[in-house]
């Protein structure tokens, strides 16, 4: 478990996957998912489920639920893709399923609590995250967690009828400790 201010984050557990697959499939949630707007079938998910303990156990990626810290309540998933141990950089995503839970200051605590473990527990030196360039919420949330954008990424991905852009920001390990210190 990885404990932050508001949230905590502990592994993926299979028994919440239809409400992590009502998520995805929900138009509200899924705008901006860089997966895409494909619906995810009942085995899709129970798959994702599978191979996120394969994952986890060869150090390729980490995946978490979020959950509130003041009454353990389920509102996203997140996560450490394509960690690569021997360059030492990953890429960071973020899903807060739940509408009410938006913008209420848990995706900030979640990103923070999960570079922390990617920077410190993992010892990534650079850890990278991917948004929509349309996205403004998001693109603005991570600017104001730390990441700097390092460029942009043209019509890449076909959404909602046409190609958009994204933009990929990053953090080093040194600018994440001095804008958050070491954990104690």
């Not at 473990?117 to 693109?139: C, M």
Request: charged residues 25%.
């Amino acid at each position: 478990m990885l404990i932050g201010y508001t949230v905590f984050l502990t592994p993926l557990d299979s028994a919440n996957a239809e409400t992590g697959r009502a998520w995805i499939n929900d138009p509200e949630v899924n705008t901006w998912l860089l997966t895409g707007q494909i619906p995810v079938s009942r085995e899709g998910e129970l798959a994702f489920y599978s191979a996120d303990e394969a994952d986890r156990a060869s150090g390729a990626a980490y995946r978490f639920e979020i959950h509130v810290a003041e009454d353990d309540r389920y509102i996203g998933n997140c996560g450490l893709e394509q960690v690569d141990r021997i360059h030492r950089h990953a890429e960071v995503g973020i899903c807060i399923g739940s509408l009410p839970d938006q913008n209420q200051g848990f995706g900030r605590d979640t990103l923070v609590t999960l570079l922390r473990f990617g920077f410190d527990a993992l010892g990534l030196h650079r850890i990278s995250i991917v948004a929509n360039a349309e996205n403004e919420r998001a693109v603005h949330l991570y600017r104001a967690v730390g990441f700097t954008e390092v460029g942009r990424e043209r019509e890449v991905v076909y959404m909602r009828g046409k190609f958009r852009d994204h933009v990929v920001l990053d953090m080093l390990d040194r600018e994440f400790r001095e804008r958050y210190g070491t954990q104690d």
